[in-house]
């Protein structure tokens, strides 16, 4: 099941020439139903990555007050997964 984003509904129309092979086999390892779903979940996955990229990058440029088990301990809590 894809990881749903709270992002806001402010939805755009636009026209893409986008490769139909690489297309149909993003949604075939999504599991998307939909070219539209698709793209969506292509694009979040993007900006989650690099998010996640980003932060990597702060790496010892910033001083945490906890520990990485007391981190993961508290994520878990938010996270059920």
Do not use: Q
Not at 9 to 33: F, P
Not at 50 to 74: C, D, H, N, V
């Amino acid at each position: 099941m894809p990881i749903k984003y709270a992002y806001k509904e402010h939805k755009v129309r636009t026209t893409l020439s986008i490769k139909e092979d690489l297309l149909e086999e993003a949604k075939k390892v999504s599991g998307a139903k939909t070219k539209k779903e698709t793209i969506e979940i292509a694009l979040e996955e993007f900006v989650r990555r690099k998010k996640m990229k980003k932060l990597i990058e702060l790496e010892g440029k910033i001083a945490l007050s906890f520990t990485l088990s007391e981190f993961l301990k508290r994520r878990r809590k938010d996270v059920p997964y």
